[in-house]
């Protein structure tokens, strides 16, 4: 990040990655495709139900309005993937006031190409997805981050989030997406992440696997 960029920085959620998205899918051995949706987490797909027969967190998204975006930024033609956070009661230790099951997206991907952060707002807020919240957006500041990087969550009131009251950390991107060769990452997308070191030293923390 160069000194003066417009950077966005949102509040890092400690959840599980949830990816949900309309995609082609192979249907058979003459190359025939169809539209599927699909949900699971990095590269891993998951069943609507799990073993046990209960419904999949991953797929509880889709029972939301965020199955209207990816419809509306599809139109019938692109392959389109939400990234976001599921988090809550029951998810892992820190469960930020919420008794069920809750959700917040922090990214967007039509055809592998990933949305300006206003792209993602404006369709977001159209149909009513919540997003990650948002610390601060202006001049990239080094200084800045290392301070918002800590601090009390965003999400809930303190004496609603439990034991652990802080944040994981943030997330800074260029509120214009941008790539750089060899940055550091497989795909070189400018993106970077700040830990907060209260959530490194809680106790009884659990993370996604």
Partial sequence: LQPGEEVVVTEK?????????????????????????????????RRPQRADGEPSEFWQPLNTHLRSVLMH??????????????????????????????????????????LDYDQKAEVCARFGVPMVPVLYRGPYDPHLIAALTNGPTTLCAPEQAGRFKGREGVVVTPAAERFELNF??????????SVSVDYLARKGGKDAR
């Fill in 13 to 45: 959620i400690h959840g599980k990655n949830c990816r949900t998205g309309l995609v082609w899918v192979e249907t058979d051995p003459d190359d025939d495709r169809k539209w599927a949706w699909m949900a699971g987490s990095f590269d891993l797909n």
């Fill in 73 to 114: 930024l599809s139109a019938g033609e692109h392959e389109v993937v939400a990234f976001g956070e599921i988090f809550g009661t029951g998810v892992l230790d820190m469960a930020y006031g919420e008794q069920g099951i809750g959700y917040r997206l922090f990214d967007i991907a039509v055809n592998r190409v990933y």
């Fill in 184 to 193: 550091g990452n497989s795909s070189g997308r400018v993106i970077l992440k």
